[in-house]
């Protein structure tokens, strides 16, 4: 579930469409709910100890160097727990801004995309689904960053035979999407009439 009134301002410093407003510190219910999301998203083996943070950068929860968890964004995507690399692509595709990928990257997204959530598999900064933009809403998943070129060739951006593809190929924030669980229901598409 996502609380998509708590998370406004996240959504606007993550640079989506989304009207500003304004900011006021997250109350305890509020931090709560952030940090409930945020930890959907790790894995068993992360989940007690791994720092949890809002999309303004505040810490919501302390925790060693390496991931970080993020509650769901409104209306895209879902809560991800990612490492320094992926915090830094982030940034980069939320400000769409250049990238170039260090070293292989993870991130894990292991409650799925949210079901008012998702992406287009091909254009990073499409907002809702559309007939065009083969927008997904993805299960249970990990997420993998690579400098390797030719591996996103290779494993290209087909994502109905069950196994990894390229999310936003071509792209600066490509990546490859490793299904582990359930592809939810997906968003009907709005029709022109
Ligand atoms: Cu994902």
């Known amino acids: 579930m996502i609380r998509p009134v708590l998370l406004a301002g996240a959504a606007v410093s ?3 469409a989304l009207p500003a407003t304004a900011q006021s510190p997250p109350s305890a219910a509020d931090r709560a709910a952030m940090i409930e999301s945020a930890l959907s998203a790790a894995p068993a083996t992360l989940r ?4 949890v943070a809002d999309f303004d950068g505040n810490v919501l929860r302390e925790g060693p160097p390496g991931f970080t968890c993020l509650p769901a964004p409104p209306g895209i995507a879902g809560p ?9 692509w982030i940034q980069a595709w939320s400000k769409r801004e250049p990238f ?9 997204m292991m409650a799925g995309d949210s079901a008012t959530g998702g992406a287009s ?3 990073p900064h499409a907002t809702t689904p559309s007939a065009a933009n083969d927008w997904m809403v993805e299960g249970p998943h990990i ?17 109905h035979h069950g196994g990894p593809y390229v999310m936003w190929a071509g792209t600066p924030y490509a990546h490859i999407m490793v299904p582990v669980g359930p592809r939810p229901e997906q968003r ?5 009439r």
């Open 14 to 16: 993550l640079g989506l």
């Open 48 to 51: 007690g100890t791994v720092r």
């Open 80 to 88: 991800m727990c990612v490492d320094e690399v992926w915090m830094g």
């Open 100 to 108: 170039t990928v260090p070293r292989v990257a993870f991130a894990y």
């Open 121 to 123: 598999n091909i254009d």
């Open 143 to 159: 997420m993998i960053l690579t400098p390797d070129a030719a591996s996103l060739q290779a494993i290209g951006a087909a994502h």
């Open 188 to 192: 009907s598409v709005a029709t022109a």
